[in-house]
């Protein structure tokens, strides 16, 4: 089968295209057909080795895992012996590793039935950055209904769900994105949007309840700024600078008055997976598609996600011949 492999750290360049053995599941796995996967910051930095510090955990000098793709959706091809939800023929999304591949093998319990109105691409743009969006809101964020929420950075891969996810809870929601995505951003659901190149809300006077920075770009004491007197800050992600004074200062900032402040990781799990079915059927979220690539472009894609200024998800579609 045809995969993406990189042997080396580095930038787009290192990923090739190659014909490698068709991965056989495991006891607790599926094998899937893939039929399409998105694209994460995750990836990249997987390529690049960066921050170096996770070399401590991928390979300090060449990728242990030489493959790469997070989010997949396709068909269920065969099963491992343990697995009792899921049988040959049926359609589901999840996260494995190795998704930019014909075939993957999946845990079980990362995986959920495609919701049922969605296309194999559309399924494919959910996992990581959908799931990033609830665990931030709902178990960091602790939302509410009628909560002011501001989704900061509410137009990339994270800020396109997570802006759906905050008014599928009833909060009152602002996003901010740069001018190009203010009329997106309304279309999915804000019910305010700023542009954060005409105005800085960190400077505007309004308070809010939670505040996720699905992209930070503002310092910590600004976000601070900005909460109201109980009010959570959750990162997601940002820029370095944001990301180390999130894990090194948010935790002291929170030990001062009663606003909280945190970072976290996403964690993949069939309890998500299934709740974002449901809000995916009832059209309560709809995943947002900028572009998208064939298997042999996932560098251009990487590239592209990289500058930082994709509109939605960025997905990879997969031709197989014998398309059942
Ligand atoms: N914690 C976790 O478990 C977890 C999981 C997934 C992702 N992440 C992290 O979360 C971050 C976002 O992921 P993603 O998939 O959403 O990335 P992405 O799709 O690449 O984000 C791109 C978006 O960021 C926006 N942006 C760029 N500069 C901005 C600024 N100054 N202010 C506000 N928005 C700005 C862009 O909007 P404009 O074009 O309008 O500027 C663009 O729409 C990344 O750092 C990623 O590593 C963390």
Redesign the pocket.
Known sequence: MKAIVYHNYGSPDVLKCEEIEKPTPGDDEVLIKVRAASV???DWHLMRGKPYIIRAMTGLRKPKDTRLGRDVAGQVEAVGRNVTQFKPGDEVFGACRGAFAEYVCAAEDKLALKPANLSFEEAAAVP??AI?ALQGLRDKGRIQRGHKVLV??A?????TFAVQVAKSFGAEVTA???T??VDTARSIGADRVID?TREDFTHSGQRYDLILA??A?HSIFDYRRALSQDGIYVM???GWAQMLQAMLLAPLLSLIGSKKMCS???KINKKDLVLLKDLLETGKVVPIIDRRYPLSAVAEALRY?EE????GKVVITLEHKNKT
């Open positions: 994460n910051p995750l990581v950055a990033t900061d950075g137009s990339g891969g994270v800020g901010v994105c740069s190009r995505n954060y699905a992209n770009h997601a992600g940002g976290f990781l996403a996600l930082g200024h994709a509109q």
